[in-house]
């Protein structure tokens, strides 16, 4: 079982930076491939980066390469993002969350989810 719980949110303008943080119970963090996705008002959830329990492996959406760098830190139980040169489509909630099987941009794989915190950027 791992409970996650995101930090870091806010309103930021467009060109500027946030950087969320995931927090995670329980021992067999290390073990998880971690996420994260984001649902914008009307859509739906969709992914955003991943990154190996190793931390040898991560991906991006199109939408976020380049802008965009997930991290972890096993030793603390944490995942983070790291969102640079924000606009305005990347207002959304972001969740975190942990698969413990494999390595996928695929939501219906994952079965831990945080509780989400939310990203506004304005113009």
């Known amino acids: 079982q791992v409970q996650l719980v995101e930090s870091g949110g806010g309103l930021v303008q467009a060109g500027g930076s946030l950087r969320l943080s995931c927090a995670a119970s329980g021992r067999t963090f290390s073990t998880y491939a971690m996420a994260w996705f984001r649902q914008a008002p009307g859509k739906e959830r969709e992914f955003v980066a991943v990154?190996?329990?190793?931390?040898?492996?991560?991906y991006y959406a199109n939408s976020v390469k380049g802008r965009f760098t997930i991290s972890r830190d096993n030793a603390k139980n944490t995942v983070y993002l790291q969102m640079n040169s924000l606009n305005p489509e990347d207002t959304a909630v972001y969740y975190c969350a942990a698969d413990p099987i494999g390595f996928t941009t695929a939501r219906a794989n994952y079965d831990y989810w945080g509780q989400g915190t939310q990203v506004t950027v304005s113009s």
């Open positions: 990154v190996s329990y190793s931390v040898a492996r991560t």
